[in-house]
């Protein structure tokens, strides 16, 4: 495969089944402007919502006090069916609408898969919640495709995708500008890396992202599913550029759900010194999905400060 770094430049589509050739090219181009200018500028870039195409801009960010806070969740939702095996979006949404969210990762999110009834699912969730919906394909799947999604209470100034070294499957992590309260912009990134024992294909994924992450302008808030645990050098790239959410030592596991025995569900934010973490936890919410949600509250303080 070539250079991630020169593919990652293609920012126009969030729409991305798999790293097809018209992915690829001319991504050097936008990946300039994107360096120039920042994810948050308007120009070039694509948003995806509900039908995943042209650009995105939703409401006008109030004005207020500099700090912010931001009720954060990450959640792998198993395409809306439970440990159960009943494909239940409804109760997904319900889980969702507890926590209260600002901002919401979403992983393993169908659009228009036979599996889910053809449904957009992000969309859907959207709608249901009353939040901006984004979503990113990983790759063509069941006469639709399969991909991760985000969900915004604030308004969401632009969205792009950043194409990942291929793995077992297609990824791709999914990225948007989020205007906050008190005038910020913060650039929410969704991840759902490589999941098999050997990390090799999991660790160039996060390599590639977070050389990507080096050149953002703006602060950033990485969340997803790590498919990797606490002391894995995976986790320790982003744990050395940012701040990271500690749930409880005692109640960190967010998998499975079932049987909670592993860490993989993270949420980060950088820089590390403008931000305060002011609760982190794991949520019991069975039999919704195999992974157990995560919500983080983060204060944004504003400063440049790493």
Known sequence: MGDPLREWGAARTVRVPGLSASVRRGGLL????LLACGP??????????GDGAGAMAVGEAPQGDASASLRIVSYNIRHGRGTDDHLDL??????LRRLQPDLVGLQEVDRGAERSGGVDQAAELGRSLDMTPLFGAFMDYQGGEYGMG?????????SWSI?????????????????LPGGDTVVAVNVHFDWVDD????????STLAAVLDT???????LGDFNDEPGSRTLELFQARALEADKPADAAFTFSSDDPRKEIDFIFAAPAGAWQVLEARVVDERPTSDHLPVLAVLEWNGGEGR
């Open 30 to 33: 936008v990946l300039g402007s």
């Open 199 to 206: 990390d090799g294909f999991r660790f160039a994924q996060a």
């Open 216 to 222: 953002l302008s703006h602060p950033w808030v990485l």
């Open 150 to 158: 985000i969900l915004s209470r604030h308004p969401v100034a632009r």
């Open 163 to 179: 194409p990942l070294p291929e793995g077992n499957e297609p990824r791709v992590a999914l990225a948007a500008a989020i205007a």
């Open 90 to 95: 409804e109760r997904t949404a319900a889980a």
């Open 40 to 49: 948050s500028s308007g120009g070039g870039g694509a948003a995806a919502g």
